[in-house]
Nanobody, 124 residues
Framework: QVQLVESGGGLVQAGGSLRLTCAAS????????MGWFRRALGMELEFVAA??????IYEDFAKGRFSISRDNAENTVDLQMNNLKPEDTAVYYC???????????????????WGQGTQVTVSS
């Protein structure tokens, strides 16, 4: 199976930036479609961004502020987050599908592998 480990979370003031990194290990981990999700306290899991071999997609709140990218050589997927808002406070999870397709998905049920999450806290 694929193992995913997130890092890069922390405390930042509103308007600041963070870059999250997801390190993948295991067979074909870096080639699977990858996504970032987040979960605030007491809230449902929320899609953030995803990347396939061809395309990237973003939830509306992330457009223009967040950017997802991947480095296949290092088996990592990053989420660059700019102009952070207190509403962005959440645990951020990296997830991987078990397939490689053209189209990424925002549907969490499609993702098979998940990291443990990294905390992002944005103060106002």
């Amino acid at each position: 199976q694929v193992q995913l480990v997130e890092s890069g979370g922390g405390l930042v003031q509103a308007g600041g930036s963070l870059r999250l990194t997801c390190a993948a290990s295991g067979r074909s981990g870096s080639n699977y479609n990858m996504g970032w999700f987040r979960r605030a306290l007491g809230m449902e899991l929320e899609f953030v961004a995803a990347i396939s071999r061809k395309y990237t997609i973003y939830e509306d709140f992330a457009k223009g502020r967040f950017s997802i990218s991947r480095d296949n050589a290092e088996n990592t997927v990053d989420l660059q987050m700019n102009n952070l808002k207190p509403e962005d406070t959440a645990v951020y999870y990296c997830a991987a599908e078990n397939q490689l397709t053209d189209n990424p998905t925002s549907v969490d049920a499609i993702y098979k592998y998940w990291g443990q999450g990294t905390q992002v806290t944005v103060s106002s």
